[in-house]
């Protein structure tokens, strides 16, 4: 059997840390996930033993290079049985470890009853404070081991994670304090409040009947991961190459900074031209508003934006649609452009969280019967679902077809995100992802 070890530095105190709950990260390439799979590898031998471990999404735990790709060479390296139909390994010691998804918030109740002794999350900032809280009631044991929980994560400012390790982070750089990197501390949560203690006696002496649970963040970088950047000495070059606010997240770990207005999208960015080529794949991305205008305020506009690809994959804006309406005119001009458009033109409808989403996308499936149509559930900040569509347009492979939307549409784009509206973007980035999502899948036959 093969002998699996951390490498020094941050991934070994991670492994090697007593905390109850322990997150690991701050910044992309520093082995985060490959910690994560490795950590419940020693409680194999334990028959009673159950791991599971979340990403946001099954897309997520499923995709190329994701969790399960890993797990197949971690796992199958010392003596797991795969069960890909149930996404779960089983050990010759009687152990299992499983991958899950909680993609709507009401997932969490799926896990209503059961005992987990081991649960991780893997890019902990993509999941709800909620979910994470509930989960943490189902983290018991009765066997030998005890319970705990590990997770993984990149900076995001404006996420509930920010504020749970804000103590390890300086409030004035946005780095992580060095010092501070695996230090414990416990806290007791009362209501949705975390009271916070340097010792667990005296906090639980403080709130009599309360049991207080450990948490550490450790701090981890590229420059941690000597096997990556040995294999892949690139890696470190492209993550210089991104935008400020991205490389600042992603390769120093920064957890304070936010993005400004350009950061994401500017004007030179966009050259104009008079057609996208006519072989080429569409897609029309909708971004749909709450409720209509009523005189009062600046309600957000439902915008429908359309994104062609050419065989060289280059993407051109061929069209933005921008209204304000009552549910049943949104609903015709919806249904008048997908009629324009033509049937070999995708839709791609968002689908907001809990029931009231699922059961617009319902309504708007039976409207758009006969046309090709997708409606995936919105996970992640406006900001990283831009940040794909972002990066091909700083990198010069985005065109803008001319027209009489184009001054509003760049206007909104160069002001994202600080901007009053956001509707244009969260269009145009519903519609990329759609339309690169097609063309992984299709890309033997897209232009045949």
């Given at each position: 059997m093969a002998a699996i070890r951390p490498q020094a530095g941050p991934q070994e105190r991670f492994l090697g840390t007593a905390a109850d709950i322990a997150i690991y990260g701050g910044a992309a390439g520093g082995g985060k996930s490959f910690a994560l799979l490795m950590e419940p590898l020693r409680h194999m031998m334990r028959p009673d033993f159950k791991a599971v471990i979340f990403r946001r999404t099954a897309k997520q735990v499923k995709n190329e290079g994701g969790l399960w790709d890993a797990s197949l060479a971690l796992y199958g390296a010392v003596g797991g049985t795969p069960k890909e139909s149930e996404l779960a390994w089983k050990f010759e010691g009687?152990?299992?470890?499983?991958?899950?998804?909680?993609?709507?918030?009401?997932?969490?109740?799926?896990?209503?009853g059961t005992e987990l002794a081991f649960i991780g999350f893997d890019e902990l900032t993509h999941f709800s404070e909620s979910q994470f809280f509930y989960l943490l009631s189902r983290n018991r044991s009765t066997g030998a081991a005890r319970p705990y929980v590990r997770a993984t994560c990149n900076p995001d400012a404006d996420s509930w994670v920010a504020d749970l390790i804000r103590w390890w982070i300086d409030p004035e750089t946005g780095y992580p304090i060095a010092d501070r990197s695996g230090v414990l501390r416990w806290f007791i949560r009362d209501e949705e409040a975390l009271i916070w203690g340097d010792e667990k006696d005296a906090l639980e002496a403080a709130h009599p009947g309360r049991i207080a649970k450990s948490l550490t963040f450790i701090a981890a970088s590229i420059e941690d991961n000597r096997i990556l950047m040995a294999r892949d000495p690139g890696y470190r070059a492209n993550?210089?190459?991104?935008?400020?606010?991205?490389?600042?997240?992603?390769?120093?770990?920064n957890w304070k900074i936010r993005p400004a207005a350009?950061?994401?999208f500017r004007r030179g960015w966009f050259?104009?031209?008079?057609?996208?080529?006519?072989a080429a794949r569409r897609v029309r991305g909708w971004d749909l508003a709450a409720g209509a205008a009523d005189g009062g305020g600046q309600p957000d506009w439902t915008a429908g934006v359309r994104i062609a690809r050419d065989p060289q994959g280059i993407f051109y804006i061929e069209h933005v649609e921008r209204l304000r309406g009552t549910p049943n005119e949104v609903d015709r001009a919806i249904f008048?452009?997908?009629?324009?458009?033509?049937?070999e033109t995708l839709i791609a409808l968002p689908q907001d969280p809990g029931q009231a989403g699922k059961a617009q996308a319902q309504a708007l499936a039976r409207l758009l019967a006969g046309f090709r149509l997708r409606s995936q559930p919105v996970t992640g900040s406006k900001v990283v679902r831009a940040m794909p569509f972002s990066s091909q347009c700083e990198a010069g492979n985005v065109r803008l077809v001319a027209g009489p939307w184009n001054a509003g549409f760049l206007n909104e784009l160069e002001n994202f995100?600080?901007?009053?509206?956001?509707?244009?973007v969260d269009a145009a980035c519903e519609a990329f992802h759609a339309l690169t999502d097609v063309s992984q899948k299709l890309q033997q036959d897209m232009y045949s």
């Open positions: 009687g152990g299992s470890i499983s991958f899950a998804h909680l993609e709507h918030e009401k997932n969490k109740l799926d896990w209503q993550l210089l190459a991104l935008a400020t606010v991205d490389r600042e997240r992603l390769l120093f770990g350009g950061a994401y050259p104009v031209v008079a057609a996208a080529p006519a008048n452009l997908a009629s324009s458009d033509g049937r995100p600080t901007g009053r509206h956001d509707d244009q």
